[in-house]
Structure formats: C-alpha cells, structure tokens
C-alpha cells in the first residue's frame, strides 16, 4: 500500500535512479540542454505552439489550440490537487546526493507537471497535426528527462504525469473529436 509517508520519502528504486540521471546534470553541456528544455517546458513552448496553431488558416488551428488550453488547464487543476494531497518532498530535499540544478515552479514532487503537459500536448497537438508528433514526442522525452536531470522528481513523479497526460489528452480526444480535413 502507498502511503503518504512512503510518497513522501520515495520508493525504494527512486532514489538510486534519481542519483544516476542527477548526475548527468553535473556535465556543463547536459546541464545546459535540460535547464533549456525545463525551462520551455514551463509553458512558453506549448503557449507557443498554440498560437501558432491558432494562427493557421481554417478552423483546425484554432480548434487544436483551445483542446489543448482546455486539456492544460485540466492538467494543472490534477496535479495541483495530486500534490497538495501526497506532499512528496523533491528528491534534492531528501537525499544529500541528488543537487537541485534550477529552482522549482513550487514545494512538491508528485507528479511531474512538466511531463503531464508535456505529453497532454503533445498528444493533442499531434492528433490534430501527426507532422508535428515526432518532433513533438522528441521534446517531451527530453522533458521527462530533464525533470530527472535536474534533481526535482522522481522517476516515479515523471510516470505518473506521463500517464495523468496521457489519460487527460485521450479523454479530451474522445469527448471532442480531431475534425476530418
């Protein structure tokens, strides 16, 4: 059973595999690439891309856009709640080995909220647009990453909001359907 403790503290694999991609971190050239990509992930890439695709001529741009600020801001109402109520402290604040190597957006782990956009997104974006899914899926992973990388989440914190995204982009995608070209 997981309890809040446990949540709290990590599991039992967390901490090791937190350590490993932390160091990475510690590599000028990495550290640079993952604070770049933490940092779009904050919104500005995605904020981006919505207007872009609103931008478009016709209708599907500005469809695709609204689904994903609809589906971004039913993310953040998750994982909001989610980290209000399991309090998982970051992995840095825990552990001596793992180095913070940029400031979070706020106190709690669990889950990782640049992932849930990241992939809620990308899944969105992608099915109005499959062009933009590869490169699309080349910079959630690099998100995923970089939350490790950085020190603020768990592994475990990343799946979580991998799936959270996931479930939120195809719920969103089955109750408003991409429109056929």
Not at 10 to 18: I, T, Y
Not at 41 to 63: E, K, N, Q, T
Not at 69 to 93: C, D, E, F, I, N
Not at 148 to 176: E, F, R, W
């Amino acid at each position: 059973m997981i309890t809040r403790t446990r949540l709290r503290q990590g599991w039992a694999f967390d901490p090791r595999w937190c350590h490993i991609a932390n160091r990475w971190g510690a590599h000028r050239s990495l550290h640079r690439l993952f604070t770049l990509v933490s940092r779009l992930g904050d919104g500005w890439l995605w904020l981006a891309l919505a207007a872009g695709l609103a931008a478009l001529p016709g209708s599907r741009g500005i469809w695709a856009a609204l689904q994903m600020l609809v589906t971004g801001a039913v993310g953040s109402l998750v994982y909001r709640v989610l980290k209000q109520m399991t309090r998982r402290s970051r992995p840095y604040r825990i552990h001596a080995t793992v180095v913070a190597r940029v400031t979070p957006l706020d106190e709690y782990s669990f889950p990782s909220g640049h992932t849930l956009h990241a992939v809620c997104f990308s899944i969105v974006a992608g099915a109005w647009f499959p062009m933009l899914a590869l490169p699309l899926i080349v910079f959630t992973v690099l998100v995923a990453l970089s939350r490790l990388v950085l020190g603020l989440h768990y592994p475990t914190d990343v799946l979580a909001g991998a799936l959270l995204g996931t479930v939120i982009a195809l719920l969103s995608l089955y109750l408003v359907p991409v429109i056929p070209r």
